[in-house]
Antibody, heavy 125, light 107 residues
């Protein structure tokens, strides 16, 4: 059974940093790209970042580019989102999600299938 | 960035109704369109990818169609567990973008 468990959320002051983790199990983590998607209170879904199965390619939304860094440790089945210079508008539930197809490189297109339950990030003074 | 626009933003329907949600892309996305369902307090659930392919375990009452810029999600016979918010998403180019959501409520 695919399981994705996010952790690391919490309350942080504007300008602060936070490191989110996503522990994956039930599938061959190193074969699948991964994404982070967030949802601000009462709002819709916003894609934040993606990373290829190897970790060699990363993607970011303009709203977080230069402040957030996505990485993965395939030996530990863990996805990480390092967040810096946090702003009030970064307040949201952050979900990690797994790609539908394995080994999808730059010339293929695959959305997410399984999602974690999310971790709450609150940026407030 | 590709903008995704859903209509309607909300709808009221009865159990047993056939429901259709529309999603329009600001430019052609071929068939790289996914649909997600989200219930209050829960994580999103993947329903459909590649416009019309059901994710594993998703019942056949859900179907998707379209190509290019115009897409639809249809629920053939609405059941109590289907009352939720539905989102479309394009994944042909980064940044991936979602529609604003369509809330399906009980009439």
């Amino acid at each position: 059974e695919v399981q994705l468990l996010e952790s690391g959320g919490g309350l942080v002051k504007p300008g602060g940093s936070l490191r989110l983790s996503c522990a994956a199990s039930g599938f061959t983590f190193s074969s699948y790209g991964m994404s982070w998607v967030r949802q601000a209170p009462g709002k819709g879904l916003e894609w934040v970042s993606g990373i290829s199965y190897s970790g060699g390619t990363t993607y970011y939304a303009d709203s977080v580019k230069g402040r957030f860094t996505v990485s993965r440790d395939n030996s530990k089945n863990t996805l990480v989102l390092q967040m810096r210079s946090l702003r009030a508008e970064d307040t949201a539930i952050y979900y990690c999600a797994k790609a539908t197809e394995a080994y999808c490189g730059s010339d293929c297109y695959t959305p997410n299938d399984y999602w974690g339950q999310g971790t709450q990030v609150t940026v407030s003074s | 960035d590709i903008q995704m626009t859903q209509s309607p933003s909300s709808l009221s329907a009865s159990v047993g109704d056939r429901v259709t949600v529309t999603c329009r892309a600001s430019q052609g996305i071929r068939n790289y369109l996914a649909w997600f369902q989200q219930k209050p307090g829960e994580a999103p659930k993947s329903l459909i990818y590649a416009t019309s392919s059901l994710q594993s375990g998703v019942p056949s009452k859900f179907s998707g169609s379209g190509s290019g810029t115009d897409f639809t999600l249809t629920i053939s016979s609405l059941q109590p567990e289907d009352f939720a918010t539905y989102y479309c998403q394009q994944y042909i180019s980064y940044p991936w973008t979602f529609g604003q959501g369509t809330k399906v409520e009980i009439k």
